[in-house]
């Protein structure tokens, strides 16, 4: 069982910055992929949206909305996975959460609670 963390959301002004940070309860070196997703206001949690993933191997892939703005990275050492967000804009306001696909599960099994990003115009 993988519980998952994040930290790091609150409130910040167009063109602004966050770190979000997500630790696992169990070693993710080998964890196949981890990941960040966001729910925007209004959707449903089926609508969540991949914002960046990251592998086991260290490859990498984005949204094509935060390309460019954000950067998804990972410490096994200290079991956390972090996404750096940068030139944020209003539309990232969401919930983003954590989320991690170890083998043999999928997208979706295994959850943080969830941390607020709110962008403000």
């Known amino acids: 069982q993988v519980q998952l963390v994040e930290s790091g959301g609150g409130l910040v002004q167009t063109g602004g910055s966050l770190r979000l940070s997500c630790a696992a309860s169990?070693?993710?070196?080998?964890?196949?992929?981890m990941g960040w997703y966001r729910q925007a206001p209004g959707k449903q949690r089926e609508q969540r949206e991949l914002?960046?993933?990251?592998?086991?191997?260290?490859?990498?892939n984005y949204a094509d909305s935060v390309k460019g703005r954000f950067t998804i990275s990972r410490d096994n050492a200290k079991n956390t996975v972090y996404l750096q967000m940068n030139n944020l804009k209003p539309e990232d306001t969401a919930v983003y959460y954590c989320a991690a696909r170890p083998e043999g599960s999928l997208w979706g099994d295994y959850w943080g609670q969830g941390t607020q990003v709110t962008v403000s115009s």
């Open positions: 914002v960046a993933a990251i592998t086991s191997g260290g490859s990498t």
């Open positions: 169990v070693s993710i070196a080998n964890i196949n992929a």
